[in-house]
């Protein structure tokens, strides 16, 4: 991909969508971090740590995090009607947790991230990040300032204007999911009779940002059928009132259905395809309806559940069909260091 190996990593193709970068103070509070998530958009953004020159930004404050935050505080309280800031202000006043800042709960979720520096090019980040299983970047200069922030989905969105220009993509994006033995046929999944509380416990234990919703009737077939999909993006709904979080409490059918019409940025249907489809038409909806996951069903009328493609599985076919990629993060790493000969 002769484009990819030409594009370095300060690009503004891949901050967030007022192309400004976003980052939070280590000692800041969680209800802040939070409100910046909100504000900006994001599902993640970097930590700095003034006090730490040689690694000044250690990780990334996320909405994964906040899920292992909130659901460990959810089993005893008693939710405020104002808004979000006032149920993280009831936590700490309840002492639920003993710290209360971004350095306490940022890394809960565990989320891989990959620091790269701003001489490297798009291609090798996307191997590195494909070798580690991390979803994002910090791409640092020499001097340790932060210069951007690249993630799997501005990474899917850049793939997503190139069919046309690169000839090795043209081909990719021309084959099925089954000719590219892409649709991976482990799938986490509820039933729409569970707690959305229960779903995002199980978000939480399994270290994924969202799993499939599946109709109780169809549970035990070996194929059920998907009604929809809850992720860590849904949070976001109790921007607006801390009541939301009531929700938390209903069946993920009902929690689905109030959704939509409380966030806006809420998928109105079932983002699926075939096995049949072209990668990039997959592609394609991936990134229209800014979704991190597309699954995978036998057709669109019977929505029997075969599988999902997700970013991480795309990225790795895209950088696979051109060479092996580093199979080791010592590899990753090393790709990584070694400067680009275009």
Known sequence: MDFLKTLKTPSPVFPNDAFQLVWVDIDESIQNGFQLLIFNNLLAIPVHDPSNAENPYPGFFSMLDLVHYVVEALGTLVFPEGDANEFFSLLIEKEQFKGHKVRNIMGLSKETYVTVGERDTVDQVIRQMVATGAHRAIALSDDKRLVNIISQSRLAQCINELWDVDPTLTGLGKKTLTELDLV?????????????????????????????????????????????????????????????????YTTVGDYLQTLKFVSPSSPKRIITCTPRDRLRDVLHEICSNQVHRIYVVKDHESNELLGVVSLTDVLSKVVREEDKIPTTVEEANRIVSTPASC
């Open 184 to 248: 991976n046929k482990e799938v986490i999944y509820v039933s729409d009779a569970y707690r959305a509380l229960d779903a995002f416990t199980l978000i939480k234990e399994k270290g994924v940002s969202g799993v499939a919703v599946v109709c109780r009737e169809t549970l035990k077939n070996p194929h059920p059928k998907i009604i929809g999909n809850i992720s860590t993006h849904d949070l976001m709904c109790v921007k607006s009132s801390g009541k939301y979080l009531q929700l938390l």
